[in-house]
């Protein structure tokens, strides 16, 4: 079956940087997502990756190595409102199935504090 | 308001009874995607459709679960027999292939309390 592990929690402080983890296993991948998504609303997207390396929009930033099954997403010059929980998804084709599936982790849930 | 939209927004019913969810996607994505989300948890696949053909249904999806999109266009959800474990947020989102990098865009969601 697929794994996808992410911390629970994280605390930062407004205006400094957090990194948030998150591994996987999973086989047939086809690239990885990072999602946001505020207390009782919707996941919007923030990220893609489907090759190794850093990809930066903006004060988000999303690493990928898929050799090691591990992705990251940095968050800079954190702000308040970007208190959310982050959601790590992979994209992959599960055995059996005739296309590919998002699979989700169960989020990491963000505070940013002043 | 052109993203995708999800009707009723909260629905509170009696375990036994049936509901239905509706699902309106972007007006130009084929695919149409249903999910549930638990509190403290990821949104877990439930089933797929590319236009009004059911590819994909996940195993979590019993029998009392179906998904219809009868035109390629809007999608419904229904459970029959509704149980206390059917409590969830049941998500819909959508893509096209069209679009990099085949991003799914979510709906708000519908809130189910089984009392």
């Known amino acids: 079956g697929q794994n996808i592990d992410q911390p629970t929690e994280m605390t930062a402080t407004e205006g400094a940087i957090v990194q948030i983890n998150c591994t996987y296993q999973?086989?047939?991948?086809?690239?990885l997502f990072w999602y946001q998504q505020h207390a009782g609303e919707a996941p919007t997207f923030l990220s893609y990756n489907v090759l190794d390396g850093l990809e930066e929009k903006g004060r988000f930033s999303s690493f990928l190595s898929r050799s090691k099954g591990y992705s990251y997403l940095l968050l800079k010059e954190l702000q308040m409102k970007d208190s959310a929980s982050y959601l790590c998804?992979?994209?992959?084709?599960?055995?059996?199935?005739?296309?590919?599936?998002?699979?989700f982790g169960k989020g990491t849930k963000l505070s940013v504090i002043p | 308001d052109t993203g995708v939209s999800q009707d009723p927004r909260h629905k509170i019913t009696k375990r036994g009874q049936n509901v239905t969810f509706r699902c309106d996607p972007i007006?130009?994505?084929?695919?149409l995607y249903w999910y549930r989300q638990t509190l403290g948890q990821g949104p877990e696949f439930l089933t797929y459709?590319?236009?009004?053909?059911?590819?994909?249904k996940s195993r979590l999806l019993s029998d009392r679960f179906s998904a219809e999109r009868p035109k390629g266009s809007f999608s419904t959800l229904e459970i029959q027999r509704t149980e206390q474990g059917d409590s969830a947020m049941y998500l819909c989102?959508?893509?096209?292939?069209?679009?990099?990098?085949?991003?799914?865009?979510f709906g708000p969601g519908t809130r189910l309390t089984v009392t």
């Open positions: 998804a992979v994209r992959h084709l599960p055995p059996g199935a005739g296309s590919y599936q998002l699979t």
């Open positions: 989102a959508s893509s096209t292939p069209a679009g990099s990098p085949y991003e799914q865009y």
């Open positions: 999973t086989s047939g991948f086809n690239g």
């Open positions: 007006s130009e994505h084929n695919r």
């Open positions: 459709f590319q236009n009004e053909a059911q590819l994909e």
